[in-house]
């Protein structure tokens, strides 16, 4: 280990992945991840606002703002902004691939009750089978004349997708691949015992009631769990989520095995970066806005009313850099600006390394990646990848690079997306991961204390690195 954790101690570095465990234990949806933040950032001092409303804005103050409740900006206002001055910005996203049920789920086969889910994102759908899984998510009902939202998560196993026995298809260990609509079933209960605990059983037929068009055992169950009646239930959005908890492993306890590592890592990191900041001198005396925005929808391309696709990030932005006096500061702010479009890389896997480009290998402990691509997957530049360099070096922080192969494809992240949309430069940057995008995913204990400490140094270097740069 280098840098930052070498000067650390392992319980430092334990601690702080222990904490972010509670976060992700937390964060069992968008909806989840979004109120877990808000907490926070209610208890560091944080104001809410509501996109709706007015806003006025001081130096010094600390403020956030929701959409949807999946998507979430905070920001802290420096003691010596001026509208036209930059916003030293990390973006990153708050869904992860998931099973989500389907607005009429009911399903009853041989003697089985199922909910039926459609596929969100592009899941290691293979690893969702004979999994203790439950619901999470948001549910909309009506109390006295109010639409209300309310969230729920029932931290019980409730329902489980079973693999057919390998006697009955032999060759499922030289290729599996699942039929998404058939075989991504998920079992809540049997039509026996069902009509033993109700006494009556559960028609396969959908109503346009929202109540009939699920099975009774589950509306009760949200019902149950929110304390409303199954009549005033409108609908609901609902992920499937492991019962299984994050946790600490290894015989030196140096990795961290969870679910939605991708991208609540990157979330946690920045959030606690951004409070952090904020606790020493160095807010007062900063010319720019530190700023979160955490999307919802990246999974799924951001192309959503809160996704990074959408007008939110350049409306907030806008808002905040706006002047009677002077028509042009948001203009005049973008090239001041920068993001961090954070999000979780590869790391090099044992077992596979011919899949990784021989000069671009990441590893456990040795820092956070610097993400690049020719073809545009990735924001970075020579200008983007140098700032946060230095950045980096001040604090103390080894940086790691990465390139797919030529032969192999490469994803994207928010960061093209910002950068073409609102013309700031920015670099992609993650924590190093195995088994992104599986329900269960692992990455090393360190890579929490490393990105909150580079994240930390961005928002208190940035303006002065900005200010040695000779470009344009």
Known sequence: MQGLVMKSSKEAVQAAAKEFIQFVNRGVSPYHVVEECRRRLL????????????WDIK???????TRNFSSIIAFAVGGRYLPGNGFSMIGAHTDSPCLRVKPRSKRTKQGC??????????????????RDLTVAGRVIFKSDTKLVHGLV???????????????????????????KENHLVPIIATVVQEELETGGGSSGDCANNTADKHHPTLVNLLCSELGVMPEDLLDFELCLADTQPAALGGVYEEFIYSPRLDNLHSCYCALQALMESCTGDSLGNDPNIRMITLYDNEEVGSESAQGANSNLTELILSRLAASTSNLTTFQQAMPLS?????????????????????NHRPLFHKGPVIKFNSNQRYATTAVTASIIRVVASKVGVPLQDVMVRNDSPCGTTIGPILASRL??????????????????????????LQSTALFKGFFELFPTVRSSLVVD
């Open 43 to 54: 208890d560091a001092g944080f104001i809410e606002l509501k996109e709706a409303d007015r």
């Open 59 to 65: 130096p010094s103050m600390k403020y956030f703002v």
């Open 113 to 130: 009750l199922q909910v039926g889910v459609e596929c969100y994102g592009g899941g290691i759908w293979n690893t969702w089978f004979d």
């Open 153 to 179: 998560h029932v931290p019980r196993p409730l329902l489980r997708i079973p693999h057919l026995a390998i006697h009955l298809q032999r060759d499922i260990n030289d290729s599996f691949g699942p039929n």
């Open 338 to 358: 920068f993001m961090i479009s954070a999000d979780m890389a590869h790391a090099v896997h044992p077992n596979y390394q011919e899949k990784h480009e021989d």
């Open 423 to 448: 013309g700031i430069p920015v670099v992609d940057i993650g924590a190093p991961q195995l088994s992104m995008h599986s329900i269960r995913e692992m990455c090393c204990t360190s890579s929490v």
